[in-house]
Structures are given as C-alpha cells and as structure tokens.
C-alpha cells in the first residue's frame, strides 16, 4: 500500500542536527497510537526506504511509533507496517 505522490521536501531537513528541535513535529506525531498522550518524545530520522519520519515513543505507557513525515498520519509498528 504506497501513496502515489513522491513528494520530497529537502528543504527542511537540517544537517547534522537531529537533537535541536528545529521544526515542530508534534503536527507530525501528534499522540500516541496506544493511550492518546501528547507529551511524546519525538526524534527525526529516515526509514530503510529513505523517508524523512518521526520516531515517537511515549513516556506514559512505553509505546512507540514512527511517523511519515509528510505521510498519511499513521502510527507505524517497529517493522514499518500500520499500528492498529
Ligand atoms: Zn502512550
């Protein structure tokens, strides 16, 4: 199940800098997939494939997820297929 579109926006990656928040993820990984928190950890990265995603993890019950930035809103397991 891929998107049509291949949208990439280089623009807005910063180099060598993923631990300063430069950019506001939160609209990205807004809450987390198990127990609704919105206090995420949220740390940029890029999947195997090359996208730009969040990984967000939880603090309240220890989830994590991954994001597509630019994607569809879906929480995404640890092997890259859609959290239910
Ligand atoms: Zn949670």
Redo the contacts with the bound molecule.
């Keep these: 199940m891929s998107a049509p579109r291949d949208r990439r926006s280089p623009a807005d990656e910063p180099l060598g800098s993923i631990t300063r928040p430069l950019v506001d993820d939160s609209a990205i990984a807004p809450a ?6 919105r206090d ?1 950890t949220r740390v940029r990265v890029a999947l195997p494939d090359g996208r730009p995603a969040v990984f967000a993890s ?6 994590t997820a991954w994001f597509v930035v630019d994607g569809d809103g879906r929480a995404l397991g640890p092997d890259g297929t859609p959290r239910t």
């Design positions: 987390c997939h198990a127990c609704g928190a995420l939880c603090p309240a019950c220890e989830s």
